[in-house]
């Protein structure tokens, strides 16, 4: 908009520092000068010359608003040193993206000259996608798509009965029109307006929802926006896409039902009303959906309890008292070494902070399953590989354990030594002792490693079993002892007096009085950035959880209606039977029996199913719990609701009068 864009002069060690300002920023900050080019800003330690402003609408690559030149070279000059690096590339016209890869796989990657042997040419790769994928996947895609298309199963078996019931019970007044002229195409048409005046207030109704609830979700908690190129709100193909889906509803549950229905009312008027009955494939509609309904109880009610049970059971430790921090520093790593020890002295030494520690990342917020293998269970599986176990890894520092009152239950814990670089020292928590099938002492001096990172070839002694930190999930962790230096960033974390001063002021002054290009920021509570990192988790299981217990009472209403339709579809022929001088008990039983063998028959498949998918999916690895119990409940739970189901209608059966049933049967 103004100025010009970074240049490649910008990038080189000797180039006057500058940057490129979003139109925001221009706008909300610089009063929307239009002379601020040449102007300069500050941007953490350095002062830096405003050479562009962006046009409005553009924040790439997610929603930034500064740009400043990428240096090739880290200060330090090391090859391995520096950030870490994104390449965007724009597809060539006329290019795919499978051509694209298969361009960048002839060209191979060299390992650079004069470094060590660790990273060799055979682990570098290079690995092409589309840009929104980054921010789009989600793992396990195709699973959890086949399981939310699984939860629909019981709404539209549901939905499809109902309407073929409602329909039928129609028959009268359709064989009454039918009588007086209407022909069937007219009544078949009627029913399709119908139904497709309810499929469009249903359309309505969702796209009222989506607006209002899903276009205000935050994507990236930590990024203040979602990707200015992402768009949740509703847009006209999406109205299009669901008027399409309100009129195929329409003929489906309008036109389909409504040509069977009206067939033998045509066919013989009168004399058919209320003929149609629910055939075979309905009950196995119903044995189905009840076997579905017991499959997912139990995973509902394992998600559920792995939701709440954190925030029962706590973090093991006195949260409040806890305060985080992030540091970053804009130099060599040797440099960062020194400071790192340096700040963590000093705020030691301060009288309202009883402890400090660093970490890679905050304990309980890390965001990555790796995966590793133990050295003694190395046997070749299927495919010839090792058995793997997925863990979630952390380094840490020095004091870290002894902070959070975390015990050490077998080993030792890492000492002064194991802060060396050419140590391999690790410990485990108890959960992974567990899931490697040993006790805690049994493990140590056991080697482990990681099998999909670059050092895949490193063992790692087992020194140390200690206790799960936090203590409110079941995950396995391992943790490794972080060099100074090592990690830029690294989380700060540290235990406070509260009665004594403001210790985040403190920390900001001592991290300005040792060096302008080391950065302290995001300094809150340990309750407040814990939360923040393990919300997109939290709030997924809740809504899971939530979405499938509301297909479930779905379902249970469904089921009370289909059994009420298929009780009072047989009144007739219980009243007739109390005429003849039947018992009431013997004509409860006889309407209770075909209805409670199809839900018997729907809870025994359900509990089979929900045992095997149990022993498949890896509930522990997930952080889902396991409840006592659940397929117990589960069974209990729809034999309650069928039994309720076919109760109320069987006692109004029971109840006709004979004369009314003969009126009925005439």
Same mark, same amino acid.
């Given at each position: 908009?103004?100025?010009?864009?970074?240049?490649?002069?910008?990038?080189?060690?000797?180039?006057?520092?500058?940057?490129?300002?979003?139109?925001?920023?221009?706008?909300? &900050?610089? $009063? @929307? %000068?239009?002379?601020?080019?040449?102007? &300069?800003?500050?941007?953490? *330690? !350095?002062?830096?010359?405003v050479v562009g402003v962006m046009p409005e609408g553009f924040a790439f690559p997610v929603n930034h608003e500064y740009w400043i030149p990428l240096r090739a070279e880290s200060p330090s000059g090391a090859w391995n040193e520096g950030p870490e690096i994104f390449a965007f590339g724009r597809l060539a016209p006329g290019a795919s993206l499978e051509s694209a890869r298969a361009e960048l796989a002839t060209l191979g990657l060299a390992p650079r000259a004069g470094h060590s042997d660790s990273v060799a040419a055979d682990r570098l790769s290079v690995r092409i996608r589309p840009y929104a994928q980054a921010f789009a996947y989600i793992a396990n895609g195709d699973l959890i798509l086949l399981f939310l298309a699984l939860l629909l199963v019981p709404p539209c078996a549901n939905l499809a009965i109902l309407v073929y019931a409602r329909t039928v019970v129609r028959q009268e007044e359709f064989a009454i029109r039918a009588a007086l002229g209407a022909t069937r195409g007219r009544i078949i048409a009627q029913l399709f307006l119908e139904m497709l005046l309810l499929s469009g207030a249903?359309?309505?109704?969702?796209?009222?929802?989506?607006? +209002?609830?899903?276009?205000?979700?935050?994507?990236?908690? %930590?990024?203040?926006?979602?990707?200015?190129?992402?768009?949740?709100?509703?847009?006209?193909?999406?109205?299009?896409?669901?008027?399409?889906?309100?009129?195929?509803?329409?003929?489906?549950?309008?036109?389909?039902?409504?040509?069977?229905?009206?067939?033998?009312?045509?066919? $013989?008027?009168? &004399?058919? /009303?209320?003929? @149609?009955?629910?055939?075979?494939?309905?009950?196995?509609?119903?044995?189905?959906?009840?076997?579905?309904?017991?499959?997912?109880? =139990?995973?509902?009610?394992?998600?559920?309890?792995? @939701?709440?049970? =954190?925030?029962?059971?706590?973090?093991?430790?006195? $949260?409040?008292?806890?305060? !985080?921090?992030?540091?970053?520093?804009?130099?060599?790593?040797?440099? +960062?070494?020194?400071?790192?020890?340096?700040?963590v002295r000093r705020l030691e030494a301060e009288a309202g902070i009883a402890a400090v520690a660093v970490s890679r990342i905050l304990p309980g917020a890390e965001p990555t399953r790796q995966s590793v293998a133990l050295e003694q269970m190395e046997t070749a599986g299927p495919a010839g590989a090792p058995p793997t176990l997925r863990v979630t890894a952390n380094s840490v520092g020095p004091g870290f354990f002894e902070m959070f009152d975390a015990p050490v239950l077998a080993g030792r814990g890492f000492g002064a030594a194991d802060f060396e670089s050419e140590r391999n020292s690790v410990l485990i928590n108890r959960t992974l002792a567990s899931r490697l099938g040993s006790e805690q002492g049994g493990l140590l001096g056991r080697r482990i490693r990681f099998t999909r990172r670059s050092d895949a070839e490193v063992w790692h002694e087992i020194v140390g079993v200690v206790a799960d930190l936090p203590a409110n999930d079941d995950l396995p962790r391992l943790y490794? =002892?972080?060099?100074?230096?090592?990690?830029?960033?690294?989380?700060?974390?540290? /235990?406070?007096?509260?009665?004594?001063?403001?210790?985040?002021?403190?920390?900001?002054?001592?991290?300005?009085?040792? *060096?302008?290009?080391?950065?302290? %920021?995001?300094?809150?509570?340990?309750?407040?950035?814990?939360? /923040?990192?393990?919300?997109? /988790?939290?709030?997924?299981?809740?809504?899971?959880?939530?979405? !499938?217990?509301?297909v479930l009472l779905l379902s249970a209403a469904g089921m009370y209606a289909l059994m009420s339709f298929t009780v009072n579809q047989r009144r007739r022929e219980i009243g007739l039977r109390s005429a003849l001088g039947a018992p009431p008990l013997r004509l409860l039983a006889g309407t209770f029996r075909g209805p409670l063998q199809q839900i018997s028959t729907g809870v025994v498949v359900g509990l089979i199913v929900a045992y095997l998918v149990g022993d498949v999916i890896p509930y522990e690895t997930i952080g889902v719990r396991r409840v006592p119990g659940a397929l117990v409940v589960a069974a209990l739970c729809m034999l309650i609701v069928g039994a309720l189901a076919v109760a109320e209608p069987a006692r109004r059966a029971i109840k006709l009068a004979p004369t009314e049933a003969l009126r009925e049967a005439g």
């Open positions: 908009l103004h100025g010009r864009p970074l240049v490649e002069a910008d990038v080189r060690a000797d180039a006057e520092p500058v940057v490129v300002i979003g139109y925001d920023v221009w706008r909300t &900050r610089f $009063s @929307a %000068d239009p002379g601020i080019v040449g102007g &300069r800003v500050r941007l953490d *330690d !350095t002062v830096r010359t249903a359309a309505c109704a969702a796209l009222f929802l989506v607006q +209002f609830f899903v276009a205000r979700r935050q994507l990236l908690p %930590d990024s203040g926006a979602n990707p200015f190129w992402i768009d949740l709100g509703v847009s006209l193909g999406s109205v299009l896409y669901v008027g399409a889906l309100a009129m195929l509803a329409g003929v489906i549950a309008g036109v389909v039902p409504a040509i069977q229905a009206t067939r033998g009312v045509m066919q $013989s008027g009168l &004399r058919a /009303r209320n003929s @149609a009955r629910l055939g075979k494939v309905w009950s196995a509609m119903i044995v189905g959906q009840i076997a579905l309904a017991v499959v997912i109880v =139990p995973l509902a009610m394992n998600l559920s309890w792995g @939701a709440l049970r =954190p925030g029962m059971v706590g973090l093991g430790f006195d $949260s409040e008292a806890y305060m !985080t921090a992030r540091v970053q520093f804009f130099g060599p790593a040797a440099r +960062f070494a020194e400071l790192q020890g340096e700040i490794q =002892p972080m060099t100074p230096g090592q990690t830029n960033p690294l989380t700060l974390t540290f /235990r406070i007096n509260p009665s004594v001063g403001d210790s985040a002021d403190r920390l900001l002054a001592i991290a300005a009085s040792l *060096d302008p290009a080391l950065v302290v %920021d995001e300094i809150s509570s340990f309750d407040a950035r814990y939360q /923040r990192a393990t919300s997109e /988790r939290t709030d997924s299981v809740y809504l899971f959880a939530v979405v !499938t217990l509301s």
